[in-house]
Structures are given as structure tokens and as C-alpha cells.
């Protein structure tokens, strides 16, 4: 039997198609890009250039831009005349046995594939190039607005007039094409497994400190404990496997979706209604639109993760005035506010400080000099014997209620100003350091320092393991 080219085009064939089959077989959605890199100045042009790509089409062939091709470029301003938005397509001619599928001239559109001439060295030696007949994929580029009959294709982008003034394309970013890899494509990468790690990241690490503050462990059994430290466990364990798919090269669409997918499962327990919500089905050919949706589906059930629930602003300090501005939310009855001291003093030494009404007033920022001047009433502050839970517990940390009552004139100038400060008297302030918020204190014979903040604590709701329930033992009306 003599060989003949059919010979070799069959088992080239064969070998292509087995190869296709067992990636088909054993790895789901083994299509679309691996990366891409369009030139911005071109698309600023209206003009679409691929300047590298790499890429798989759905019949399982490969394509390297610019290793094995080149691509034309293509002329934006009359297809976003005509629509909005415009899809890019990587297409290539379909394989038929029937015709020819190589052609020399780039003008034959019906041709897979166009012969060229390459220099070959002889690898071994490095020398003796000779030129050898290749033959190479007959790619281009197509818009939405053509015709694909007779093509493979694979979209690649999605171009859209930008919403800025200066009119010029941009990549839509709420289209991401089919990927073979999430970080060939950034705007996926970032905008969802990147934001979802820095999101989640943030709330474990407010739980955690809050668990770590009260030296909360799985023996305690204080309302709310149980639920921070599962809260604080499930966190941990999808932070942990979501940072590693961030930082590997290569992971999939496919198997990040179920991650997330997975997370959805483990935060749902912890909703207001308990019960697994829906989770949009993977689209390959649309990665945009079921990430982005299960994105925010994560993100609405972390907002439903419990966190401390208060709102925390530091005095600043101006001479022997501390001042903090106020929110006007803050005064309605739905919330306490309380003054958190912080003090190398001890707990009795500071509230000596705070009770004997000769060392320092408190009122509006306005009326504080004045209050500590004439020597006048200010605003009462009550030690709090037990803090609401939400509030961060430390050794050298006291705190304080503000006696909230439109009956008293202080308070109404508070209310008015928006504003709180304590006026401390010239003979205990003796320095302040850089930070401007802590000031060097004299006071019985010790030196320490000392900073206010003031912490506005919203009362409590259902589920929510750190509220707080006003009673009798939490906030003592008498010191």
C-alpha cells in the first residue's frame, strides 16, 4: 500500500478528534479564552485591535495571536451607529471534507486554514533554516451585526459607547465572554472573586475582633455566642478556600462558580429567613450575567451576618477642648450614645475624674468653655457598669452614658450643633500627642493619657447577637 496525503489528514484526524473527545469527556466547558490584550489607543479610535490572545473554540481547536496569526482590525464607528453595543466574534471557516479547506490568499473566506512559508532551522544545529510550507488557522474578526453562516465562532468582547463625554468605545464590562480561566479576564477576576474576598476578609475580621475582645469560645454560652462563633467558623472556611482561587493560575469558571455557589449554601443559615435561596444556572457563553448575579446574592447575605452594631467617631483634641460632631440620627430614641474612655488611669482614678464636675464640663462645642468657666452644670455622664454587647471590651477602657433630655438646655445646644465636647481644666492637661486625639493628663499626682470616642448604639433586633437590651443590670442609672 502506498501512502497518500489522505493517509496522513486521517490519522491527523483521528488524533485531533480523540484529543477533543477526552477533553469534552472529562473537563466541562473546555472552551473560550485563556487571556486577551486589546489595544486601548485603537479603541479609543473607534478601532478594535487584538494585540494578544490566546484562545480555544468549541470544536477544540487552539489559536495563539500573534504566534500562530494575525487578526484584521475592525472599524467601530459605523457598528455603534447602528446599535449600542456591539459583540466581538473570533471566527474561523468550518472544516469541510468536500471542499478546500487551505487556500493561500486571505481574500478566500470559505478556507480553514492559509499556507504560508516559514524558516526552519535545524533545531539540533541551529543552522541550516530551510523554507517550509505551513499551514495556519484562517482567523478573523466578526461583528454581531454580521453574518456567521459557515463560520466556528467565539466571542471574545462586547464594545459599547462609553456613558462619558468624550463618546469613545469602551469594553462593556457587564459582558464577560467565555473563559477557560478566571484570570484571563479581569474585570471578573476583580469585580467578583477579588471583591468578594476583600468583602468577606472585612466582615471575619470585625467578628473575629469582637470574639476576641470578650474571649468568646465554644464553651461560652452568653446570648449570641454560639451564632458569633459560627458565624466567625463558616467565614473563616470560605475566606480561606476563596483566597486560594484568587491567587492560583488557571482555575476554571466552571469550578469558581461552585465555590460560590457553595458559599451561598453556608451563608444561607444565617439569614433573616432561613432557607437556600435561588442561585442562578451557569451559563458559560454569559459569565457575566450569572457571576455578577450570584455576586450580589453573596454580598446581600453577608450584609445579613451579624456585625457590631454601632457607629464609632473619636474626640478630637484642641487645646484642653475635646470635640466630636454628631449625627443627627443619633438623637432619636432608637439609639444610645455613649463616651468611651481610654486611659493608662485606672478604672476608679478615671471616674473620679469624670464625677467630681471640678475637672472637666461636657456640652456643645460652643458652651463647654463656658460651662467649665462659670463653673456651671453640664451634661450628666453615668459610668455603665455593663456595656452592650456590641460595644469592643478592653482593660483600660471606661465607659460613659450620655443622660439624653430635651428638658435640659445642654442637651438642646448639643442637639442644635450637632456637636459634644469636654472642656478639661488647665492643670490636668499638660501635653497632646501627634495622633491629634490623645492628651497627656495630670491627674493625682500620675501622668497618663487619655482619649474619648464616642460610640452611638442602636438598640437591638432579632437574630442579631450584639445589639443591646436595655435593663437594669446593663446600664445602672446611679454610679
Given at each position: 500500500?502506498?501512502?497518500?496525503?489522505?493517509?496522513?489528514?486521517?490519522?491527523?484526524?483521528?488524533?485531533?478528534?480523540?484529543?477533543?473527545?477526552?477533553?469534552d469527556?472529562?473537563?466541562?466547558?473546555?472552551?473560550?479564552?485563556?487571556?486577551?490584550?486589546?489595544?486601548?489607543?485603537?479603541?479609543?479610535?473607534?478601532?478594535?485591535?487584538?494585540?494578544?490572545?490566546?484562545?480555544?473554540?468549541?470544536?477544540?481547536?487552539?489559536?495563539?495571536?500573534?504566534?500562530?496569526?494575525?487578526?484584521?482590525?475592525?472599524?467601530?464607528?459605523?457598528?455603534?451607529?447602528?446599535?449600542?453595543?456591539?459583540?466581538?466574534?473570533?471566527?474561523?471557516?468550518?472544516?469541510?471534507?468536500?471542499?478546500?479547506?487551505?487556500?493561500?490568499?486571505?481574500?478566500?473566506?470559505?478556507?480553514?486554514?492559509?499556507?504560508?512559508?516559514?524558516?526552519?532551522p535545524?533545531?539540533?544545529?541551529?543552522?541550516?533554516a530551510?523554507?517550509?510550507?505551513?499551514?495556519?488557522?484562517?482567523?478573523?474578526?466578526?461583528?454581531?451585526?454580521?453574518?456567521?453562516?459557515?463560520?466556528?465562532t467565539?466571542?471574545?468582547?462586547?464594545?459599547?459607547?462609553?456613558?462619558?463625554?468624550?463618546?469613545?468605545?469602551?469594553?462593556?464590562?457587564?459582558?464577560?465572554?467565555?473563559?477557560?480561566?478566571?484570570?484571563?479576564?479581569?474585570?471578573?477576576h476583580?469585580?467578583?472573586?477579588?471583591?468578594?474576598?476583600?468583602?468577606?476578609?472585612?466582615?471575619?475580621?470585625?467578628?473575629?475582633?469582637?470574639?476576641?475582645?470578650?474571649?468568646?469560645?465554644?464553651?461560652?454560652?452568653?446570648?449570641?455566642?454560639?451564632?458569633?462563633?459560627?458565624?466567625?467558623?463558616?467565614?473563616?472556611?470560605?475566606?480561606?478556600?476563596?483566597?486560594?482561587?484568587?491567587?492560583?493560575?488557571?482555575?476554571?469558571?466552571?469550578?469558581?462558580?461552585?465555590?460560590?455557589?457553595?458559599i451561598?449554601?453556608?451563608?444561607?443559615?444565617?439569614?433573616?429567613?432561613?432557607?437556600?435561596?435561588?442561585?442562578?444556572?451557569?451559563?458559560?457563553?454569559?459569565?457575566g450575567?450569572?457571576?455578577?448575579?450570584?455576586?450580589?446574592?453573596?454580598?446581600?447575605?453577608?450584609?445579613e451576618?451579624?456585625?457590631?452594631?454601632?457607629?464609632?467617631?473619636?474626640?478630637?483634641?484642641?487645646?484642653t477642648?475635646?470635640?466630636?460632631?454628631?449625627?443627627?440620627?443619633?438623637f432619636?430614641?432608637?439609639?444610645?450614645?455613649?463616651?468611651?474612655?481610654?486611659?493608662?488611669?485606672?478604672?476608679?482614678?478615671?471616674?473620679?475624674?469624670?464625677?467630681?464636675?471640678?475637672?472637666?464640663?461636657?456640652?456643645?462645642?460652643?458652651?463647654?468653655?463656658?460651662?467649665?468657666?462659670?463653673?456651671?452644670?453640664?451634661?450628666?455622664?453615668?459610668?455603665?457598669?455593663?456595656?452592650?454587647?456590641?460595644?469592643?471590651?478592653?482593660?483600660?477602657?471606661?465607659?460613659?452614658?450620655?443622660?439624653?433630655?430635651?428638658?435640659?438646655?445642654?442637651?438642646?445646644?448639643?442637639?442644635?450643633?450637632?456637636?459634644?465636647?469636654?472642656?478639661?481644666?488647665?492643670?490636668?492637661?499638660?501635653d497632646?500627642?501627634?495622633?491629634?486625639?490623645?492628651?497627656?493628663?495630670?491627674?493625682?499626682?500620675?501622668?497618663?493619657?487619655?482619649?474619648?470616642?464616642?460610640?452611638?448604639?442602636?438598640?437591638?433586633?432579632?437574630?442579631?447577637?450584639?445589639?443591646?437590651?436595655?435593663?437594669?443590670?446593663?446600664?445602672?442609672?446611679?454610679?
Amino acid at each position: 500500500m502506498f501512502l497518500a496525503p489522505q493517509h496522513y489528514q486521517l490519522a491527523d484526524r483521528f488524533s485531533a478528534q480523540t484529543l477533543q473527545r477526552d477533553i469534552d469527556w472529562t473537563r466541562p466547558y473546555g472552551w473560550g479564552i485563556r487571556d486577551i490584550e486589546v489595544d486601548q489607543e485603537s479603541l479609543a479610535n473607534h478601532r478594535f485591535l487584538v494585540r494578544q490572545l490566546r484562545a480555544r473554540l468549541p470544536g477544540g481547536e487552539v489559536l495563539s495571536v500573534p504566534d500562530d496569526t494575525t487578526l484584521p482590525v475592525i472599524d467601530l464607528r459605523s457598528c455603534l451607529q447602528k446599535d449600542a453595543t456591539v459583540r466581538i466574534f473570533l471566527a474561523v471557516p468550518l472544516h469541510h471534507l468536500a471542499r478546500a479547506n487551505v487556500a493561500e490568499s486571505p481574500e478566500s473566506i470559505e478556507a480553514r486554514y492559509l499556507v504560508s512559508n516559514a524558516e526552519v532551522p535545524d533545531e539540533n544545529l541551529g543552522t541550516d533554516a530551510r523554507t517550509v510550507q505551513v499551514r495556519r488557522l484562517n482567523a478573523r474578526l466578526l461583528t454581531s451585526q454580521e453574518d456567521h453562516a459557515g463560520f466556528e465562532t467565539l466571542p471574545i468582547a462586547q464594545v459599547r459607547r462609553s456613558h462619558r463625554s468624550t463618546s469613545v468605545p469602551e469594553i462593556d464590562p457587564t459582558y464577560v465572554p467565555p473563559l477557560l480561566a478566571c484570570d484571563g479576564w479581569q474585570p471578573l477576576h476583580a469585580e467578583v472573586l477579588g471583591r468578594l474576598t476583600e468583602h468577606l476578609g472585612r466582615k471575619r475580621s470585625v467578628l473575629q475582633a469582637q470574639a476576641t475582645s470578650r474571649s468568646i469560645d465554644f464553651d461560652c454560652a452568653g446570648q449570641g455566642e454560639r451564632l458569633l462563633l459560627e458565624q466567625l467558623r463558616v467565614l473563616n472556611t470560605i475566606t480561606a478556600e476563596l483566597a486560594v482561587d484568587i491567587q492560583a493560575v488557571g482555575i476554571p469558571p466552571f469550578f469558581a462558580y461552585r465555590q460560590l455557589a457553595s458559599i451561598v449554601g453556608q451563608l444561607s443559615v444565617f439569614a433573616s429567613e432561613i432557607g437556600l435561596p435561588t442561585i442562578p444556572a451557569y451559563n458559560h457563553d454569559e459569565l457575566g450575567k450569572c457571576f455578577f448575579k450570584l455576586r450580589d446574592l453573596i454580598e446581600q447575605q453577608l450584609d445579613e451576618v451579624a456585625e457590631p452594631r454601632y457607629e464609632q467617631r473619636p474626640f478630637m483634641a484642641e487645646g484642653t477642648l475635646l470635640n466630636v460632631e454628631l449625627a443627627p440620627n443619633w438623637f432619636d430614641e432608637g439609639h444610645l450614645l455613649l463616651v468611651g474612655v481610654r486611659s493608662s488611669l485606672d478604672t476608679d482614678e478615671v471616674e473620679q475624674l469624670f464625677r467630681s464636675g471640678r475637672f472637666l464640663k461636657v456640652g456643645s462645642r460652643d458652651r463647654a468653655n463656658e460651662l467649665y468657666l462659670q463653673g456651671a452644670a453640664g451634661l450628666k455622664l453615668t459610668r455603665v457598669g455593663h456595656p452592650p454587647r456590641a460595644l469592643p471590651l478592653s482593660t483600660n477602657v471606661s465607659y460613659y452614658l450620655v443622660e439624653k433630655d430635651e428638658a435640659l438646655g445642654e442637651w438642646r445646644e448639643v442637639m442644635h450643633s450637632l456637636t459634644l465636647a469636654a472642656r478639661f481644666g488647665e492643670q490636668v492637661v499638660i501635653d497632646h500627642l501627634p495622633d491629634g486625639q490623645t492628651i497627656v493628663v495630670n491627674f493625682q499626682g500620675h501622668t497618663s493619657t487619655l482619649a474619648l470616642s464616642l460610640f452611638a448604639v442602636p438598640k437591638a433586633k432579632a437574630r442579631v447577637p450584639f445589639g443591646f437590651e436595655a435593663s437594669s443590670t446593663d446600664i445602672p442609672l446611679t454610679v
